[in-house]
């Protein structure tokens, strides 16, 4: 009887975990009626864990450029390399494919120029309703200091994995791979589970 009752207990287990990252899934908000304990709805919501394959995102650079700060820098040293230095942070809303809000994306720019050139320091952070939550870092080179070339600088491949977890994670310890472009007004970030 006992093992029978720990078999319950995984069975709604395993269930209550696919039904969530069904219903939280990038496709949108799914309707899954009353729960029915049969293997028909146990194998969709199997199928529907295993369907969260690619994600989706994309945000506004002037929602970007309107939020940022600018955090004060200067040289510790008389006799520093360093000729100029800026440091950005900003937050935006992010949207998914049907143009709904989902989460937010917040990045922090730490440029500075020496004889070589300007070299940024990016870090990224995406949260997103459904459970992602992804951070990572972009070394990059930039042409000049505006802010239109300094948001762009986002643009890269990387990987990351959702190694943060607050609450209830269907995402958590997901490794994606991830593609961040840029047209004239939107960051996009493509996420492709591995």
Request: with cysteine; charged share 15%; hydrophobic share 40%.
């Amino acid at each position: 009887m006992l093992i029978l009752q720990n078999a319950y207990r995984i069975f709604f287990l395993l269930l209550l975990v696919c039904a969530s990252s069904y219903a939280y899934n990038d496709n949108g908000p799914e309707s899954l009626g009353f729960i029915n304990t049969s293997t028909e709805v146990v194998s969709k919501s199997m199928k529907a864990c295993k369907k969260i394959k690619k994600l989706s995102y994309y945000l506004f650079i002037s929602d970007f450029i309107n939020s940022f700060i600018e955090i004060p820098t200067s040289n510790v040293s008389g006799d520093s390399t360093t000729l100029s230095s800026t440091y950005l942070a900003g937050r935006a809303p992010l949207y998914n494919v049907q143009n709904i809000k989902v989460g937010t994306c917040s990045a922090s720019f730490l440029c500075m120029q020496n004889a070589d050139g300007i070299f940024t320091d990016i870090s990224n952070y995406l949260s997103v309703e459904n459970g992602l939550i992804v951070s990572w870092f972009t070394p990059t080179t930039l042409i000049n200091l505006e802010l239109d070339s300094i948001v762009h600088s986002m643009v890269t491949e990387c990987i990351v994995v959702a190694s943060t977890k607050i609450g209830f994670n269907p995402l958590y310890g997901k490794k994606f791979n991830m593609i961040v472009s840029s047209d004239d007004q939107k960051i996009y970030f493509n996420l492709t589970k591995i």
